[in-house]
């Protein structure tokens, strides 16, 4: 916490940290449930002049997003997010609606076209698992369409009804109801969230246009130039400053130990049972000390013969998995 | 698909993630297709060089949630 304090000091604001683990197999995001514990750090906070928000994320729920950085805003006048690494897709989201963003020279923003996930989805071909769904990506639904139209000349109307019904054999309906419908919501949502920040309302339309299509895939990485040259507020930290947001980086990085894949046989070793308590994301203030989201339980193994062949079998037993608070500051 | 018809075992201490029924409007941080949460509650089938999930009732139930908001 002494870090989050000279934090604090240095950009004359009250601090907020909210990580997302991207811990391999151990995939965490922005969701909706994250509103109660940041409800009770910015309450603790109280209203003040600015807040700056430490945000590490890979994305989530478009709705969380919006939602947080309104609650946010309730509680400041100024709001600032500081980008030490990764700040992609929802968390991209979160960063228009600050005053201004924060970025070193290794944090990347990314696109923000959304996909639709949900039971309707296509499923994966090949895997066992009946829940492994394919997330439809709006942009690459409304691409497939300009192709057709542009690239393949096709402007019929039978013709481009035959698409239609064919896509809709291959994407259910519903879902493709859904990725029109989401396609226009994000891009409201972004204009929205911009108005913070000092750009003509030109050149807004062509930071959102980039932002959900012309970027191109949704693993593009906008770093710190393309971001300023895009025309978004975009401060450079001077060396101690970046100091800073390293340090805390560094902490954040071997507490969720992030650069190891998580691996329940890993975990096992030789033993035939294991506990586990895993730490998955967390959001801080010096005001009000940390809740992290934890997934906690025990594995067991078993090893099975079918007939000549061996089989091992690792039985999960999960006691507890949500946020859960931690210690208060001394 | 399930593979408790091939390897003659079933996954009698699976148990039900009820969250969803409870409150359809709730959502975890926890990433929907991440092994963490594939693995909830289930039996893992630990092959030479991959990993597969078997279908538990918890699979099951999770068919019937209503689809979750969109992300990005």
């Known amino acids: 916490m002494d870090n989050y304090k000279k934090l604090e000091e240095t950009r004359k604001s009250k601090l907020l940290v909210y990580v997302t683990s991207d811990r391999p197999n151990l995939g965490t995001q922005i969701a909706s449930d994250i509103l109660s514990p940041f409800t009770e750090h910015l309450d603790r906070i109280g209203d003040v ?34 980008v030490p690494f990764n700040c992609h897709s929802a968390g991209t989201l979160i960063s228009l609606g600050a005053n201004r963003i924060i970025m070193t020279k290794q944090a990347t923003l990314g696109p923000i076209d959304p996909s639709v996930n949900g039971p309707l989805n ?7 698992n009946p829940n492994a769904k394919v997330p439809v990506s709006v942009e690459f639904v409304d691409a497939y ?48 969230l911009l108005k913070h920040q000092e750009i003509s309302s030109d050149n807004k339309k062509s930071i959102v246009r980039f932002l959900c299509s012309e970027s191109g895939s949704h693993d593009y990485t ?13 401060e450079k930290p001077d060396m101690e400053l970046y100091g800073l947001i390293k340090e805390i980086y560094d902490d954040i990085e071997s507490e969720l130990e992030l650069r190891s894949p998580f691996d329940p046989n890993v975990l096992l070793g030789n033993q035939n049972q294991a506990q586990y308590q895993l730490r998955r994301a967390i959001i801080e203030s ?38 859960r608070r931690e210690d208060l500051p001394k | 698909m399930s593979n408790s018809s091939q390897t003659g075992f079933t996954s009698i201490s699976a148990k039900f993630d009820t969250t969803g029924l409870e409150n359809p409007f709730y959502e975890s941080s926890s990433k929907g297709d991440s092994l963490i949460e594939q693995m909830k509650n289930n039996i893992l089938l630990v092959n030479e060089v991959e990993i597969n999930v078997r279908e538990t009732k918890k699979q099951k139930q999770e068919e019937t949630e209503n689809t979750v908001p969109n992300k990005v």
């Not at chain 1, 296509?122 to 066992?128: D, F």
């Not at chain 1, 039978?158 to 919501?185: F, N, R």
């Not at chain 1, 906008?222 to 025309?231: D, F, S, T, V």
């Open chain 1, 222 to 234: 906008i770093h710190r130039k393309e971001a300023k040259n895009l025309g978004l507020e975009i």
């Open chain 1, 286 to 323: 010096a005001e009000y000390g940390t809740d992290v989201f934890l997934s906690e339980g025990s594995v067991s193994k078993q090893v099975a013969q079918q007939g000549q062949q061996q089989q091992t079998l690792i039985q999960d037993n999960r006691t507890f998995e949500g946020w």
């Open chain 1, 122 to 128: 296509p499923s994966i071909p090949g895997t066992n």
């Open chain 1, 145 to 192: 369409l300009q192709m057709a139209k542009s690239e393949l000349k096709i402007t019929d109307q039978e013709s481009l009804a035959k698409i239609l019904i064919d896509l809709s054999q291959h994407i259910h309906p519903l879902t493709l109801g859904q990725v029109y419908k989401s396609k226009s919501q994000i891009q409201m949502l972004a204009e929205k």
């Open chain 1, 49 to 82: 002049d600015k807040i700056s928000l430490y945000l590490y994320t890979r994305g989530g729920n478009t709705l969380a997003a919006w939602t947080l950085v309104n609650l946010i805003r309730n509680f400041c006048k100024d709001f600032e997010v500081i």
